[in-house]
């Protein structure tokens, strides 16, 4: 089922307060309608009854595909850190296993910041492609290309709508301003043979990508941190 709350929100171009129905979460399998919407960026979007500017409201989501078995967690990072994101992520996990009989599948459970990642995961799921995989090339993108695409800076997203057979076409968003600001292609042959090793070896894609935030982005700044400590 997809939930609706009211909330009362205050417009930024003009301070007008005004009660809003604001969904957290959305079953993407009963009202396939929600999906387009959040694709389309009309979801959680407010009018505001004063002044008519329109804005999106970016609040935690839950994204639910149960035919899918996708459970999708868009935790915003505006008002709390990743770190704390992940502590509290990590502890309702525990939870919802421990919650569940053991004859029941869990659902694959995923977390993302943003819009973008939510959309772009979306899209890498439906086309049957393989997270981890698309991950380990934005990895080796970042450090063969750290000029151009440094991780503190830019986020590597697939655009799988504008792939081809032969090419996958990444767009280079600024991590600051979010604004998409270059592409770049890889060779669709090349992910192939990193499927390959993939499927031939898993424990090295989830030892670098231990989840539930899949992102060669996130490993980087991680390593990155991780070595300034030393
Ligand atoms: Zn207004």
Partial sequence: MSARKTYSIRCPQCGHEQKVELYDSVNVTQQPELKTALFENRLNRVLCKSCEASFRIDKPLLYHDPGRNILIHWMPDTAVSREEILDEFDKSM?????????????????????????????FIIEAGMEERVVEYIKYTIHMQNMKRVPPAEKQLLLNVQDSTADELLFAIQNAMTFELEDVLRYPRTAYRSVREMY???PDEFTELFPGPYISARGALMAEESAGEEE
């Fill in 94 to 122: 525990e939870e919802l296993r421990a919650a569940l009989p053991p004859d029941i599948e869990p659902p694959r459970v995923r977390l993302v910041f943003t819009r973008a990642e939510l959309v772009e995961l979306v």
């Fill in 199 to 201: 499927r031939k070896n």
